[in-house]
């Protein structure tokens, strides 16, 4: 074998490893350690870990698999935590740490179930947060937040246990499973209508409370105790202080008795020095004062001069000042009045210039215009010259061309004769056709000759108008800067009124809502004084019912005309309460009336000082508009007179509109303090009215009972002092009180309950009850039901007669009279009249009927 040969197999073999190499880089994969993956494709199926394989893109697929530990985090709070045993809801987060199992096969499920889904913790968590959940469920309703709490190993263990297998369904083995937080869930939370959640609520409730009354008696306790222990303390401490002070008393009495000799014939040297002492520095300080007097009122008074001094010096060099400039002010005003003067003198002899040329101008125009039109007009003759030599010429013609024609005719037969005379009948129609296109012609050339000198004119006039036009565009710019200014001050004057209008609502307003206020709170006095004159009366109906029961045995007839005469009575008494509210009704129909009357004259006021305002502002506008006006025909006449005069009238107009602006302001200030008068004025007026209507409705309701009283036979027992009087009168509003009840109750009734109302009254209702004391009872027991049960009226309107009864039947339980009253009001539903009615209004008919029957 050669060199040549041996080089040759040398380099071709680094060749082929070469090559081997990049295919292998390209193709073999290779497995780290926190990861496999499954090789799919031509060979099947090939689980790698921790090795490699020949992977080719065509051939093969592959799947990587992630073996790092996964922390799942499962969460469950608030509405959605889980619930106990004892039916408490528990705020639970629980971790669980897995991996892909370590085998073949637990990486080759793994890859099917999960596939790449390895490599992300919240997608495993979607996939078996449900399983993990159901465990904790399933676990804990086994178990109450007691032993929960006591056994989170053994709770952690347990869920390990259920879902373990469903981790190794997947290919994956559970490491850990860990309680974080445990926690109870607020109470704000759990749900009043669900029936585990008012379970919990009510455990939790009966320990929190039970827990608070033992932690305050443990506190209370330990407070006694320590309370105690501190006085016994202080007591020996106060016996032995109490010996110590009677012995250094006794020690001390000696000592002292001793050194209060010594000490009063000390004190008394000491004070006697003290007080020549004090003597003496009064003495020094009050020479001091007077001193010290004397020098601030001359310092003062030296000031004073300078001041007064100063104050003259500044007033003369203000004076000068004032003299220079009001001099330089007069000098500088006849300097610009003498250049406005050679201003328009300049403008002057400008403007006669300009209207010379322009007169020139428009001269040699004329002239220019004159000389076209004779020209034109020349022109035009001339070319209707040659057209009348043009027709007489073709007339000769016509005439020559005819009598030759006539002539050749003779000779010719009588056939051609027609043909020629319409052939010169053509000839002629062509002949006044052009001479009418030539007419045309000619009246075309004069209307353009007439159209072009009033062209000529226009020009002329356009020209002559140009600059006036443009006066009055400057003269319109000027106008429409003055609107715009008017504009605003408009605006800002119509802004302010609208304030002051709003202003104006709202303390009428206030005014409203503080007589309602008011009205409100005499109505709720009212209310309460019936109220309590109610439940008086109720008591005095009691005992009066009692004696009218024992003297019902000896006096029926007398107790038939006594009803005979109440009925007339309550009948009259009805008629003059009814009248009583009519006229209640109208004086408060009046008491509007002068009120809306009185809003009027005050808003007729206000608006009448308003008006005046703005006819003040708009005398203001209105002469500062005639002033601006005149100045602007000034300026325009003037074409260029200088902007001096106008500026000084400006502000003379500016300075009269302030003063008329000031004056409006003072109107308007006067109208709102008129209108504020009138405010309390009507307040006032409206509160007297509403007492004289009040006077009024008490007198007639104190007439009513006179009639009422006047035909009535009733025995009085008793004196003239116990009231007996005003317990009648009580009687006769309550009464009034208790009809207009009713019938508000009979309008809300259905139709089957309001017939038989109508028909029998509160029997027809209920029946005929078999005693008053016993349904009196039945009522009272009634009520006491439906405070344990139907607390508040909403309750009883929501809730219907039959559902009703059945709370109140479970209420009652055992007890006897409570079960009769019940019973009793059981037996009022007849034929189930009562079935779909609110147990609101049942109720508002018992208490009516009870009161009637008491």
Not at 260 to 275: S, Y
Not at 294 to 299: G, K, L, N, T, Y
Request: hydrophobic residues 40%.
């Amino acid at each position: 074998m050669t060199i040549e040969t041996f080089v040759t197999l040398v380099i071709l073999a680094i060749i082929a490893v070469a090559i081997f190499y990049i295919i292998s880089v390209w193709v073999y994969k290779r497995a780290p350690a926190n990861m496999g993956f499954i090789r799919t494709g031509f060979g099947g199926t090939k689980v790698c870990l921790g090795q490699g394989a020949m992977v080719f893109p065509v051939f093969h697929e592959i799947t990587w698999v992630s073996l790092e530990t996964i922390k799942l985090i499962v969460s469950r709070s608030r509405d959605q935590a889980i619930l106990t045993a004892d039916k408490i809801r528990v705020d639970v987060v629980a971790e669980l740490y897995a991996h892909v199992g370590h085998s073949e096969d637990d990486l080759l499920t793994a890859s099917r179930s999960l596939g790449e889904k390895t490599f992300d913790a919240d997608n495993i968590r979607n996939l078996l947060e449900a399983k993990i959940i159901s465990a904790l469920r399933s676990y804990a309703a086994t178990k109450t937040l007691i032993e929960l709490h006591e056994n989170r190993d053994l709770f952690a263990r347990d869920i390990k246990i259920q879902v373990l297998e469903s981790f190794k369904v997947d290919g994956l083995a559970l490491e850990e499973v860990t309680i974080v937080t445990m926690e109870q869930t607020g109470k704000e939370f759990f749900k009043t209508d669900n029936v585990f959640d008012a379970e919990g609520l009510k455990i939790i409730t009966a320990i929190t409370s039970k827990a608070k009354r033992e932690v305050h008696e443990t506190e209370k306790k330990a407070s006694v105790a320590i309370r105690q222990k501190e006085l016994d303390t202080q007591l020996e401490l106060l016996e032995i202080e109490r010996q110590e002070a009677f012995a250094r008393a006794n020690q001390d009495k000696a000592v002292s008795n001793e050194q209060a000799l010594r000490v009063g014939e000390k004190q008394r040297f000491v004070l006697d020095q003290k007080i020549a002492v004090e003597e003496k520095e009064i003495h020094n300080e009050q020479t001091l004062e007077q001193l010290r007097t004397e020098r601030d009122i001359a310092i003062i008074e030296e000031a004073r001069k300078r001041e007064v001094a100063e104050i003259d010096k500044t007033r003369i060099t203000e004076q000068e000042r004032r003299d220079r400039e009001i001099h330089l002010i007069e000098k500088a005003k006849q300097e610009e009045l003498a250049n406005i003067q050679r201003n328009l003198d300049l403008e002057k002899a400008e403007k006669d210039r300009q209207i010379e040329l322009h007169e020139k101008s428009k001269e040699e125009e004329l002239a220019q215009i004159q000389r076209d039109r004779a020209l034109n007009s020349a022109l035009k003759d001339k070319e209707i010259q040659s057209i009348s030599n043009d027709r007489e010429r073709e007339q000769a013609e016509i005439h020559r061309q005819t009598a030759l024609a006539a002539e050749e005719e003779k000779a010719r037969e009588q056939r051609n004769q027609a043909a020629e005379a319409a052939e010169v009948a053509i000839q002629k129609q062509k002949l006044e056709r052009r001479l009418a296109l030539l007419e045309v012609d000619k009246d075309d050339a004069f209307a353009s000759a007439a159209q072009e000198k009033a062209v000529a004119e226009e020009q002329a006039r356009v020209l002559t108008e140009k600059q006036l036009f443009l006066l009055e565009q400057r003269w319109k710019v000027e106008q429409e800067e003055i609107q715009k200014e008017l504009s605003v001050e408009q605006a800002q004057i119509d802004k302010e009124s609208q304030i002051l209008f709003d202003s104006q609502k709202k303390e009428i307003a206030e005014v409203q809502r503080s007589l309602a206020r008011q009205q409100e709170e005499r109505n709720r006095e009212i209310a309460l004084a019936a109220k309590q004159m109610e439940l008086e009366q109720a008591e005095v109906k009691r005992l009066e019912a009692t004696a009218a029961r024992q003297r019902a045995e000896h006096e029926a007839d007398s107790v038939r005309h006594v009803a005979d005469a109440e009925r007339q009575r309550i009948i009259d008494l009805i008629e003059a309460e009814n009248n009583a509210q009519t006229r209640r009704v109208e004086e408060e129909n009046k008491a509007q009336i002068s009120k809306m009357h009185m809003l009027a004259q005050a808003e007729a006021r206000n608006e009448a000082a308003q008006r005046e305002a703005n006819a003040t502002l708009t005398r203001a506008r209105a002469s500062s508009e005639a002033q601006q006006i005149s100045a602007l025909g000034i300026e325009k006449e003037a074409a260029a007179k200088g902007r001096a005069e106008m500026d000084v009238e400006q502000l003379r107009v500016q300075n009269t509109q302030r003063m008329l602006e000031a004056e409006a302001s003072g109107i308007e200030a006067k109208a709102d303090a008129l209108k504020k008068y009138n405010d309390a004025a009507m307040f006032l007026e409206l509160s007297k009215m509403h007492i004289e209507a009040e006077r009024d409705v008490r007198s007639d309701q104190a007439k009513a009972m006179g009639n009422a009283l006047q035909g009535a036979q009733i025995r009085m027992y008793g004196g003239s002092d116990d009231g007996t009087i005003d317990n009648i009168r009580g009687l006769f509003t309550s009464g009034f009180g208790v009809g207009e009840a009713l019938e508000g109750l009979a309008q809300s009734m259905p139709e089957g309950l309001r017939q038989r109302f109508a028909e029998n009254g509160i029997r027809g209702l209920f029946g005929a009850p078999s005693g008053s004391g016993r349904f009196q009872h039945a009522v009272s027991e009634i009520g006491e039901l439906l405070v344990q049960t139907l607390k508040t009226k909403k309750d009883r309107e929501s809730t219907g007669f039959k559902d009703a009864m059945s709370q109140l039947e479970e209420a009652a339980g055992s007890d006897k009279s409570k079960a009769e009253a019940v019973s009793l009001l059981s037996d009022f539903n007849q034929a189930g009249v009562f079935d779909d009615v609110p147990f609101e209004t049942v109720w508002s008919l018992l208490l009516a009927t009870s009161k009637s029957v008491g």
